[in-house]
């Protein structure tokens, strides 16, 4: 038998194992991450893009928490957009199309420049535990002595793939599912619920008649999502197709929902609401004239596209006839039919804060096997595990963001307190603080805990010192210019359609600079507002729940109320306003009890 020994353990090389495991490594400890297979590390299993509205903000707060994913995203990136670029920062979305194959290579490149990092290709079968983790077993016998455990195993737990009535095992796509370690998990006592995901078909790149479809560029000068990538962009740049379905795929798709594993109760998972298959949209929508498609590259050299909106688990003959049905795509030869995922996850109310589950030291969740949606949830959890292990070995106190200061914090405490009825996916509408929030001002925000634990290099600080300088000579130079009726400024601040002139100028060429400088402008007196409010709020809302406060004995709280304030023990009056079902009344009766005991 052969023994290891690692500081700490990742399970799972997908978008969480990989942040995770990057981390771990960059802070200097001994990681080992075992994956199934060393050559998918990274591997995109649906759309080939990264970030978008909610989601292009958590890829610059990884960023500037000093992760991985915004510096490989624009390594391997083919088209870079800003989505409701005509709304405010706030609600903007910076998105890119990437090289599937080249941002898994680049996921795997960063792995292996570590030599603290080991990756051992196999599958975990078993975690050895009683109150802590002592270590975790693979199916060849290797037995990895380890405290720190991190569980990323995605799709993969027990998992089920169905195109049709066909159901196979599976976790994604030609990949074998985990079902032993579910197993494990269970005789931990960990009960483990299903949900569901699905993916469309991938067709070939030259079987699509481009002629007809509206073209989709990407933006003219491309916004990176690390403010330390250079150069960029590295990969020459493409465009998008948009198309739509028409009543024939309706027709197509109603013939055969007898056949849909969905509609015929195959499916047991839930899946996300806001990413339906089309079947599901079809049923759900019926008034709908038709839903937009949209046909992405899956890289510079694939011969494959993805169309996007189009995600189904019907039968194989029937996508075959309604991907027909589809203008430009009357000729479209299918390389892989799309299907649906079931899998097991673990409620996230069943974790700590820290994302370590509670009642096991060491054993920490993170990704989409406890209740996400989407590569760059999973890569900020498995970011966020790592540094609570990086705190838990250097004995610290464990890490934790506050909702008013990232879309990282209000999704752990979304997740933890709330648990998932479906995939969780993050919105910008989940962050009551967004205004303090726009992908901007991450570094500002969030930098200070990377440094605290060594993992910005010191170039990248130096760089990053550089430009916040370079931004406040843009804003003297700008109050300093005069023009009608006050500074430039004032005059940007007043009417945001003076910006392009004022360019003629300010040459300012870097588009992350301009981006950025103007959106500063434009919220300048608003978030000053904002955060002084929000200051207020969190100062109430923060105040500790003593630890021995007796639910029962406060007068007027509901019985129900008791129950679930009891059952969740909130940390503070936020936590407990954000468990399902806590009453605002509820909430007054709390502050009034502290307020009673503080006076006493
Ligand atoms: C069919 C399908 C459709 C999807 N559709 C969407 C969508 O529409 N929108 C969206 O946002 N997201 C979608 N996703 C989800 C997206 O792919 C995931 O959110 C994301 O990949 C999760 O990252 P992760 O790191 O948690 O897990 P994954 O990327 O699933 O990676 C898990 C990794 O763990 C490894 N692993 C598992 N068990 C073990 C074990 N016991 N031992 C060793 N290694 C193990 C696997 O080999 C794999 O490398 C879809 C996923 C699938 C499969």
């Not at 994956?35 to 990264?50: A, E, H, L, Y």
Request: one cysteine or more; hydrophobic letters at 35%; aromatic letters at 10%.
């Amino acid at each position: 038998m052969r023994r290891l020994n690692f500081d700490a353990v990742v399970i799972g090389g997908g978008h969480s194992g990989v942040e995770a495991s990057y981390i771990l490594a960059k802070a200097g400890f001994s990681v080992a991450l075992v994956t199934q297979r060393k050559d998918f590390i990274g591997r995109m299993s649906c759309n080939p893009s990264v970030g978008g509205v909610g989601k292009g903000h958590l890829v610059r707060e990884i960023d500037a928490l000093g992760g991985l994913m915004a510096k490989i995203a624009d390594k391997s990136g083919i088209q870079f957009r800003i989505l409701n670029s005509s709304k405010g920062a706030a609600v903007q979305g910076l998105r890119c199309q990437s090289d599937r194959n080249r941002y898994s290579q680049e996921a795997i490149y960063a792995l292996c420049a570590f030599k603290n990092l080991e990756i051992l290709e196999g599958e975990a079968v078993s975690i050895e535990s009683s109150s802590s983790v002592r270590g975790v077993w693979l199916e060849d016998g290797t037995f990895i002595k380890t405290k720190n455990c991190i569980i990323a195993a995605g799709t993969f737990l027990r998992g089920k793939l169905f195109t049709g009535m066909s159901v196979k095992d599976g976790g994604r796509v030609g990949e074998p599912p985990s079902k032993q370690l579910s197993l494990s998990l269970e005789k931990l006592r960990i009960s483990l619920s299903r949900l569901k995901t699905g993916t469309p078909a991938r067709l070939k790149k030259d079987s699509i008649n481009y002629e007809i479809l509206e073209k989709q560029e990407g933006d003219r000068t491309p916004e990176p999502f690390s403010l330390y990538s250079k150069p960029f962009p590295l990969l020459p740049q493409t465009c998008c197709y948009v198309t739509y379905t028409t009543e024939k795929t309706k027709q197509v798709v109603n013939k055969f929902l007898d056949k849909s594993p969905l509609f015929q109760g195959l499916i047991k998972g839930i899946g996300p609401r806001y990413c339906p298959s089309l079947e599901d949209k079809i049923v759900k929508f019926p008034h709908h004239e038709r839903h937009q498609v949209f046909i992405e590259p899956d890289g510079v050299d694939s011969d494959l596209v993805y169309p996007n909106g189009i995600s189904t688990s019907l039968p194989v003959e029937a996508q075959d006839e309604f991907i027909r049905t589809i203008p430009g795509l009357e000729e479209a030869k299918v390389e892989v039919y799309g299907y649906a995922v079931e899998y097991d996850f673990i409620q996230p109310t069943n974790l700590n804060f820290d994302l370590s589950l509670k009642g096991i030291d060491g054993l920490y969740f993170a990704g989409q096997v406890i209740g996400t949606t989407g590569y760059e949830e999973a890569a900020g959890l498995g970011l966020y595990s790592a540094y609570n292990i990086i705190k838990k070995l250097k004995g610290k106190a464990p890490f934790r963001l506050q909702r008013s200061e990232s879309y990282l914090g209000v999704m752990v405490e979304d997740l933890v307190l709330k648990g998932v009825l479906e995939p969780y996916r993050l919105f910008t509408s989940r962050a009551e603080y967004r205004m303090l929030l726009d992908r901007h001002t991450a570094y500002r925000r969030l930098s200070k805990y990377a440094e605290e634990e060594n993992l910005i290099p010191e170039e990248e600080k130096i760089f990053r010192e550089e430009w916040e300088n370079s931004f406040r000579k843009w804003v003297g130079a700008l109050k300093k210019h005069k023009t009608k009726g006050g500074n430039c400024f004032e005059a940007v601040k007043r009417e945001s359609s003076l910006e392009n002139s004022l360019l003629n100028d300010f040459p300012i060429e870097n588009p992350f600079m301009k981006n950025y400088l103007f959106s500063e402008i434009r919220n300048e007196g608003y978030r000053k507002r904002f955060a002084e409010e929000a200051r207020k709020i969190e100062a109430a809302l923060y105040v500790k729940l003593p630890k021995d406060l007796d639910y029962q004995k406060i007068a007027g709280l509901s019985r129900e109320m008791v129950e679930r304030l009891s059952a969740a023990k909130p940390e503070t009056l936020l936590s407990a306003s954000r468990i399902p079902g806590v009453t605002p009344a509820a909430l007054s009766l709390l502050r009034i009890e502290i307020e009673k005991r503080r006076k006493k």
